[in-house]
């Protein structure tokens, strides 16, 4: 196996544009595919300390993480469909009252 | 020891331009290409790190169900690009700069520990990340967060069909 910095580096990155994306983005989705991308790269440190500990802890907590994710995503598209039927935009800029 | 490097360097590339990919594309449907593939990417790395399993579930339920969820969002709200106005002028600039500023405290972080942690063994436990040892692991140790997440689930379930049906019963009494 490679140092585990490697693995940190390369997750720190996908982190930062994951939050960039969440930054600098408008449509709703887009920034909703970065905050995906950001708990991709906390998933990809767990797996490589869980490979350099040899501890099986950090795969079962990826799984969790997975599931959460899963649930997150339909709740957060059901909110986003709901917003648009009511606003007729996803555009977060617009979106800045929460009475619709 | 060669090959890793060069596995991991090109791995790296591709995860990183498609992350990047999915930033600056105009579009949200190539967003979410992109995003597939950077998805696919860190399931090889999870391959590479010996977690067959969750390289495997990552495919089928992060690259597989939830970006066809995402892609079916886009497609069914016509939602592919908005509007290009930003209402705060200053923002994107600041945000690159944040990005930056927690980049380099990164870096600097990373490089101030190196050597800190010593180095992995090679040899690693032929039932390490198998999907048996996950399993054994799922189903005693972690047994209870197991069964949490069936109701976390649940509630999933029941929230988004909640939150689509109040959408859909509303607007109809506002006409």
Do not use: C, H
């Amino acid at each position: 196996m490679l140092p585990v910095y490697y693995y940190v580096a390369l997750s720190a990155i996908l982190f930062i544009i994951g939050t960039l994306g969440v930054l600098i983005r408008r449509n709703a989705i887009v920034v909703f595919m970065s905050v995906e991308l950001m708990l991709n790269a906390a998933n990809l440190v767990f797996v490589a300390f869980a490979r350099y500990y040899q501890a099986m802890e950090g795969q079962i907590f990826v799984f969790f993480v997975m599931t959460v994710a899963a649930a997150e995503v339909a709740v957060g598209l059901a909110l986003i469909v709901a917003i648009f039927r009511t606003k007729q935009s996803i555009n977060v800029d617009q979106i800045n009252t929460l009475k619709g | 020891m060669t090959i890793q490097y060069i596995l991991f360097f090109s791995l790296a590339l591709i995860a990183v331009a498609s992350a990047v990919g999915m930033l600056i594309s105009r579009n949200a449907i190539y967003a979410a290409l992109y995003l597939v593939l950077n998805f696919a990417t860190v399931a090889v790395f999870f391959l590479l790190l010996q977690a067959p399993f969750i390289a495997i579930a990552q495919v089928s339920v992060y690259a597989g169900a939830i970006m066809v969820l995402f892609l079916f969002v886009i497609m069914l709200l016509g939602a592919e690009q908005v509007g290009p106005q930003q209402a705060i002028r200053w923002q994107r600039p600041v945000a690159a700069v944040l990005g930056v500023i927690l980049l380099a405290e990164l870096g600097y972080i990373l490089l101030s520990q190196t050597g800190v942690l010593p180095g992995t063994s090679t040899e690693i436990a032929e039932a390490f990340g198998s999907p048996a040892a996950v399993g054994v692991n799922l189903f005693t140790a972690y047994l209870l967060p197991f069964e949490v997440t069936s109701v976390l689930l649940l509630v999933a379930i029941v929230g988004s069909i909640v939150l689509t049906r109040f959408g859909r019963t509303n607007g109809e009494e506002g006409k």
